[in-house]
């Protein structure tokens, strides 16, 4: 019965990693996206990115310690995702997007 049980929290965390991945891919295409049409793509993204930051930070405030460690996963993702945006818009040559 552990076995199964284990074998199901692995599938769900498989899922749930799967779905997360799509989320941010998709996140970054649009921020590119629309970024691209503004000629300042660095400086919408990292807008955007300083806009979300700061609306964890005050949501985690609102909610309290009970919230505590999820806002910290949060924002953890959330600078991730940035360095990894930050990266990618370095590498891209001006003129080369899609």
Do not use: W
């Amino acid at each position: 019965m552990t076995d199964e049980r284990i074998e199901k929290l692995e599938r769900r965390i498989a899922e749930l990693d799967g779905r997360c991945v799509m989320h941010e891919l998709l996140i970054a295409q649009l921020l590119g996206t629309v970024g691209s049409s503004t000629g300042d793509i660095k400086g919408f993204v990292g807008s955007v990115l300083g806009n979300v930051a700061r609306d964890l930070q005050s949501a985690s405030k609102a909610a309290g310690a009970a919230q505590e460690t999820r806002f910290a996963y949060a924002m953890k993702t959330l600078e991730n995702f940035a360095g990894n945006m930050a990266g990618s818009l370095g590498g891209v040559p001006k003129g080369d997007l899609n």
